[in-house]
């Protein structure tokens, strides 16, 4: 996971304890990667992969990248990282709110990145299983409900979205 709310923030969010977490920040405190060293960000999230396989990654702030390198140099980045998950058999997800970028900033990571909803992302991890797994396969999960509170139709159960998931596949380590 790489963010740019802080690990108690992300957690208390998401309810997702990630098993390697990146805060993007200029504080120099523990877990924290400023955003304008992307070698050293590159560098954590490689490791990360090449002792975690299969991993998931999942990735938020490219917009505070953006404010501290040029565009193409995080473009860069981002597609290296892109490679060392395919490398890596693994999945990145990155999430990117329409609007942060300029129009031909998004369209050149459209163009390397698939947009995707959650249903079409729950189809195709499900799709990559072999048939007799997927037909064994039961998909629970502990979500927190929408806003941080629960409403009176939500008790026990939460919606899911693209940042929160299914709970599915926690067997494989995430870097989430």
Do not use: C
Not at 3 to 29: H, M
Not at 41 to 70: H, K, W
Not at 144 to 164: D, F, L, T
Request: aromatic letters at 8%.
């Amino acid at each position: 996971m790489v963010s740019r709310n802080t690990y108690d923030q992300w957690v208390k969010k998401s309810g997702v304890e990630p098993d390697k977490f990146i805060w993007l920040s200029r504080a120099e405190l523990e877990g924290a990667v400023d955003p304008g060293k992307l070698h050293v960000l590159q560098r954590e999230i490689l490791a990360f992969l090449e002792t975690q396989s299969p991993a998931s990654v999942y990735f938020e702030g490219v917009e505070y990248l953006v404010l501290y390198n040029d565009f193409p140099g995080v473009a860069k980045f981002l597609f290296s990282v892109k490679d060392a998950v395919l490398i890596n058999n693994s999945l990145m997800l990155l999430f990117l709110p329409k609007g942060v970028l300029d129009s031909k900033q998004e369209s050149v990571l459209a163009r390397e990145f698939e947009p995707i909803d959650e249903k079409e992302l729950t189809r195709r991890i499900l799709n990559a299983l072999p048939e007799k797994e997927r037909a064994e396969i039961t998909l629970f999960g502990v979500l927190p409900p929408a806003g941080g509170r629960e409403s009176e139709g939500s008790k026990g159960a939460g919606a899911e979205s693209s940042e929160e998931g299914s709970g599915a596949g926690e067997e494989k380590t995430e870097e989430a």
